[in-house]
């Protein structure tokens, strides 16, 4: 009999757009593994929706897009959810002891970009102001940068705005050598436009990582730095699931656009958790979740590896790519972990 699969993300509401492409993906692996998906909608509640995924008792609960969702998700989950959607560390053990994370946490986003610029010169004492959302998200990221900017010898500022208003902060931004936002796209796209008319050494943001700036700033965009779960450069041979290239030609067959990283992650849970079942040998929830936490391999999406006292995701490393001529390019060094 084949295997059961619930898959609980945003369908509808303001998270719908990447919560579809998760669903897309991950009905890509189910159809190449022969298991039965079904997808349903976390807006309004993915609490409400993940109590009504678990009582249809499938094999496997993967979990939604966005870290609000997926924190409320795990918190009324009574099983194991597969985390692919919610870049938090925050949804670590003892207090989410049945989630599996895929994803790296944001805390690593803009931490990644500054040290990508220490590796490329910007040296000790170099002033750092980071401009962030007073959301969990926001918080997260920007200690994350901060932690990064006092390991790397950088002084940084912190200014912080209410979600949507990032243009009423922009007046009390200190100068600096480098600019670090994160906010919603929203907010990026404005702070972004800002920064453009100021001299900075580098700027980087977490919506520069995505396509989607460029068309929303169009040439403003060249320069800037941004963090990224997947970048597709065709160069990976995982040693689990098909590479990107297969995926990203499939998937554009069948939504005419180019994959982001969010339908990536959704994929590789799903190659993932057919490798734990390969190991566990049954598709018993907590068995599968064991072999989870021991195991260290590569798919599309990266390196898959979790620390084994908090469960957070260790692996996977996040990208950092630079805007120029319109396009994004890799410019990180990618450190080797063990």
């Known amino acids: 009999m084949a295997a ?4 609980v993300t945003p369908l509808s509401g303001p998270l719908a757009r990447f919560g579809k492409a998760g669903a897309s993906a991950l009905a890509l692996w189910a159809e190449r593994s022969g298991v039965n998906l079904e997808v349903i909608d976390a807006h309004p509640s993915a609490a409400s929706a993940i109590r009504a995924a678990e009582a249809s008792r499938p094999d496997v609960v993967f979990g939604p897009y966005g870290s609000g969702p997926a924190l409320a998700a795990a918190a009324a989950s009574k099983g194991v959810v597969w985390n692919h959607g919610g870049a938090t560390a925050r949804l ?15 805390n690593r986003y803009l931490a990644a970009v500054l040290e990508t610029l220490a590796a490329d010169g910007i040296g000790e004492g170099s002033e750092v102001v980071i401009i962030h959302v007073d959301t969990g998200f926001g918080r997260e990221v920007a200690e994350g940068a901060a932690v990064a900017a006092r390991r790397l010898g950088l002084l940084w500022r912190s200014v912080t705005f209410r979600p949507g208003r990032a243009r009423d902060v922009l007046a009390q931004v200190p100068a600096g050598d480098v600019l670090l936002s994160a906010g919603s796209f929203d907010d990026d796209v404005a702070i972004a436009q800002w920064a453009s008319e100021r001299r900075w050494r580098a700027v980087g943001l977490v919506a520069a990582g995505v396509d989607e700036l460029r068309h ?14 997947w970048f597709d450069d065709r160069t990976d041979d995982p040693a689990d699931g098909p590479n990107s ?7 554009r067959d069948a939504n005419v656009t180019e994959p982001p990283y969010p339908a990536a992650a959704a994929f590789a849970a799903g190659v993932i958790w057919q490798r734990c079942v390969k190991e566990a ?3 018993e929830s907590l068995p ?5 936490q021991r195991l260290d391999t590569t798919t599309l999406f990266g390196r898959f590896r979790v620390d084994p006292v908090t469960g957070v995701q260790t692996g996977h490393q996040i990208r950092v790519v630079q805007w120029r001529g319109g396009q994004r390019v890799l410019v ?3 450190l080797h972990r063990t």
């Open 281 to 283: 040998r049954t598709v």
């Open 92 to 106: 670590a053990r003892p207090a989410y002891p049945g989630v599996v994370n895929v994803e790296s946490p944001a």
């Open 216 to 229: 929303a700033i169009g040439d403003r965009v060249e320069g800037l730095y941004g963090p990224c779960q």
């Open 245 to 251: 290239e297969w995926f990203s030609h499939c998937y």
């Open 332 to 334: 990180d060094r990618p």
């Open 288 to 292: 599968v979740r064991a072999a989870s």
């Open 4 to 7: 059961r699969a619930v898959l």
